[in-house]
């Protein structure tokens, strides 16, 4: 019976790794893969209600991993989180802007990203996310809302002139429309931010793939994603 069981977890590891490619592997001695947040910069060490989350980050008020001061300045264009100039080819569209307010809200809040946490030697953290299935309409509207606004690169995790304080456009790095750089949805979503995110041929709803953003009054549906994924991973190792 637990050889059978075992057969049926690894066939479902596969199936799910047909579909995503590698699943990412976890630190050393991890285990921890549900509602758990990142050991980086501005995370909370464990995730807890934040009942006056600001905008976009309302949605994780019932359990996040943001604070209420991380909220307010992920709104912003030039925060203290990163120093980060989202307007460094010109003003970007509202439009657009909304979609990496929810990405940076997703980022810092969600205590549902477990299974893709991996180990990173970097000086603002200890831990990133690799590979998170990110729900295809997710994706598709992200670039059909930004394909018109303006950057300078195709990675915006590094290369940047930061000279100045914030981001600025290296040498030679000509603005052109977010199209120019990134030609479809995925290669928005995938490059970005060095693979953060992998999208999904899955939709939302599906319990198969992480949504941005989503209606708090539904309730997370990125929960049942991440213990989908978590029993997937664990299961292949045992």
Same mark, same amino acid.
């Given at each position: 019976?637990?050889?059978?069981?075992?057969?049926?977890?690894?066939?479902?590891?596969?199936?799910?790794?047909?579909?995503?490619?590698?699943?990412?592997?976890?630190?050393?001695?991890?285990?921890?893969?549900?509602?758990?947040?990142?050991?980086?910069?501005?995370?909370?060490?464990?995730?807890?209600?934040?009942?006056?989350?600001?905008?976009?980050?309302?949605?994780?008020?019932?359990?996040? %991993?943001?604070?209420?001061?991380? /909220?307010?300045?992920?709104?912003?264009?030039? &925060? @203290?989180?990163?120093?980060? *100039? !989202?307007?460094?080819?010109?003003?970007?569209?509202?439009?657009?802007?909304?979609?990496?307010?929810?990405?940076?809200?997703?980022?810092?809040?969600?205590?549902?990203?477990?299974?893709?946490?991996?180990?990173?030697?970097?000086?603002?953290?200890?831990?990133?996310?690799?590979?998170?299935?990110? %729900?295809?309409?997710?994706?598709? /509207?992200?670039?059909?809302?930004?394909?018109? &606004? @303006?950057?300078?690169?195709? *990675? !915006?995790?590094?290369?940047?002139?930061?000279?100045?304080?914030?981001?600025?456009?290296?040498?030679?790095?000509?603005?052109?429309?977010?199209?120019?750089?990134?030609?479809?949805?995925?290669?928005?979503?995938?490059?970005?931010?060095?693979?953060?995110?992998?999208?999904?041929?899955?939709?939302?709803?599906?319990?198969?793939?992480?949504?941005?953003?989503?209606?708090?009054?539904?309730?997370?549906?990125?929960?049942?994603?991440?213990?989908?994924?978590?029993?997937?991973?664990?299961?292949?190792?045992?």
């Amino acid at each position: 019976m637990d050889m059978a069981w075992k057969i049926t977890q690894l066939l479902l590891l596969a199936s799910v790794t047909a579909v995503w490619g590698a699943l990412p592997r976890t630190q050393q001695g991890r285990t921890d893969l549900l509602n758990v947040c990142m050991d980086a910069k501005h995370h909370k060490a464990k995730p807890s209600p934040e009942d006056k989350l600001h905008g976009q980050c309302s949605p994780w008020k019932k359990n996040a %991993c943001c604070s209420v001061s991380t /909220s307010q300045e992920a709104h912003k264009d030039v &925060s @203290y989180l990163y120093r980060f *100039n !989202w307007d460094h080819c010109g003003p970007m569209k509202p439009a657009c802007k909304r979609h990496f307010i929810q990405d940076t809200c997703l980022y810092e809040c969600s205590p549902n990203l477990g299974p893709w946490i991996q180990e990173v030697n970097q000086s603002w953290r200890k831990e990133r996310i690799l590979n998170v299935p990110l %729900c295809k309409e997710d994706c598709e /509207s992200w670039w059909e809302d930004c394909r018109t &606004s @303006y950057t300078c690169k195709s *990675n !915006w995790h590094k290369g940047w002139n930061w000279t100045s304080g914030s981001n600025e456009c290296p040498v030679k790095a000509a603005c052109h429309r977010f199209d120019f750089y990134f030609p479809t949805p995925a290669a928005l979503c995938n490059e970005i931010w060095s693979h953060s995110f992998k999208v999904s041929n899955y939709s939302r709803g599906s319990g198969r793939c992480i949504q941005m953003w989503f209606d708090p009054a539904q309730g997370n549906p990125n929960e049942e994603v991440a213990r989908f994924y978590a029993e997937a991973m664990n299961g292949a190792e045992l």
